[in-house]
Each structure stands twice: as structure tokens, then as C-alpha cells.
């Protein structure tokens, strides 16, 4: 079992920056695969970006060069560092934590991007 608890989310201007973070306990964060996905109203999720157990990357092709993921085994925390926002990234952003056959998600936290 592992409990994900998201936060950082919040009202940006295009062009800012935001860090959401994941806090993961209950389980072995090292073993999981993290992920965040974000829905917008009206939308599927989707997935933004992802980490592997050994740490390798991979973003959809909207946040590439904007987005960064990363993960801290000693905190058992993974991050989203977004830069450069733009108003499509507003959405309401989920922390996954993969290990086959499960797949745990945080509550969410809303990420808004306007002027």
C-alpha cells in the first residue's frame, strides 16, 4: 500500500514557475515507477512525465524543455519542476506510483496559469 500526498500547486502568470511535490509513505518508494499526469476540464489525463526506479525520464512531447521531474529516495518524495507555464498547462496535476499490477494516485492539486 502507498499513500501520495501532492502540494505546491497553485495560480501562476504565463511565463512563471511552479515545484509540486509528491510525498510517498507506506511502501518501498525505491521499487515504484513515479509518475505525474494532469487533467484539464473536459479532457482525459494524461501522462506529463515519468521516472523510473533507476531514474530515467520521459515527458510528453507539450512540456519537453520546460518540465523536469526528479525524485529523492531519501525523502521519498518525487518533484515536477515546472518553468515557463503556459495557460494550456492549467489543470489539476496527480502523483502515481506504479508497481505491476497496482497503480496508486494522490488526491490532486490544481496548477492554473493566467494573467
Known amino acids: 500500500q502507498v499513500q501520495l500526498v501532492e502540494s505546491g500547486g497553485g495560480l501562476v502568470q504565463p511565463g512563471g514557475s511552479l515545484r509540486l511535490s509528491c510525498a510517498a509513505s507506506?511502501?518501498?518508494?525505491?521499487?515504484?515507477?513515479m509518475g505525474w499526469y494532469r487533467q484539464a476540464p473536459g479532457k482525459q489525463r494524461e501522462l506529463v512525465a515519468a521516472?523510473?526506479?533507476?531514474?530515467?525520464?520521459n515527458y510528453v512531447d507539450s512540456v519537453k524543455g520546460r518540465f523536469i521531474i526528479s525524485r529523492d529516495y531519501a525523502k521519498n518524495t518525487v518533484y515536477l519542476q515546472m518553468n515557463s507555464l503556459k495557460p494550456e498547462d492549467t489543470a489539476v496535476y496527480f502523483c502515481?506510483?506504479?508497481?505491476?499490477?497496482?497503480?496508486?494516485w494522490g488526491q490532486g492539486t490544481q496548477v492554473t496559469v493566467s494573467s
Open positions: 502515481s506510483a506504479y508497481l505491476w499490477p497496482k497503480n496508486y
Open positions: 507506506g511502501s518501498i518508494f525505491s521499487s515504484y515507477r
Open positions: 521516472i523510473t526506479e533507476g531514474g530515467s525520464t
